[in-house]
């Protein structure tokens, strides 16, 4: 019998320098993610190329700093080197999933620090953060995603659209 666990999906795009060498964790942090779960199983490689209009790598986990959790980072052709999915970068793809307790501080956290401006149809609530990223939180889920073109704008309806493919999956 499959449980279905209610997931908080964010979508985050910002614009920064490749920083650090790429780091995959075999280990999450504890508390970080539940047995069999982590941001990586929740999107596609597909999926992340249709946000991104281009072809991307497989997910590499690194480090979720402002979420708290694990970001699942997907690169698109013209990613920097090194590449390290502990840090935003131009042409990439970052999708964070904090699940439990720590989901709901941690959303809070980062919409406290942001000019967060509401979007309605995603979860129990989400935030656009003005200029990088989609924040939705939903049960004890949060999701950012954060789609960061290689010399383009933010695309908030790309962040909206991976957010409506991933949130049936939480």
Known sequence: MRRTVPV????SVSVLGAMGTLLTLTT??????????????VVTQAQAAKALGSSVTPGVLGNATVEGG?????????????????VAQPDSV???VVKGSDA????????????AKAIAGYGNEAFYDGYASLSVL????????????????????????????VLPKL
């Open 70 to 86: 694990l970001a699942c980072v997907f690169y698109g052709p013209k990613a920097l080197s090194p590449r390290t999915p502990n």
């Open 94 to 96: 970052r999708v964070v």
């Open 8 to 11: 908080l999906l964010v979508v």
């Open 138 to 165: 939903k049960g004890d889920f949060y999701l950012r995603i954060a789609v960061i073109p290689a010399s383009a704008a933010p695309p908030l309806p790309a962040e909206e659209q991976l957010a409506t493919a």
């Open 104 to 115: 709901l501080k941690w959303y809070n956290d980062y919409k406290s620090k942001v000019p």
């Open 28 to 41: 999450p942090p504890a508390g970080a993610v539940a047995k069999g779960f982590n941001s990586c199983s």
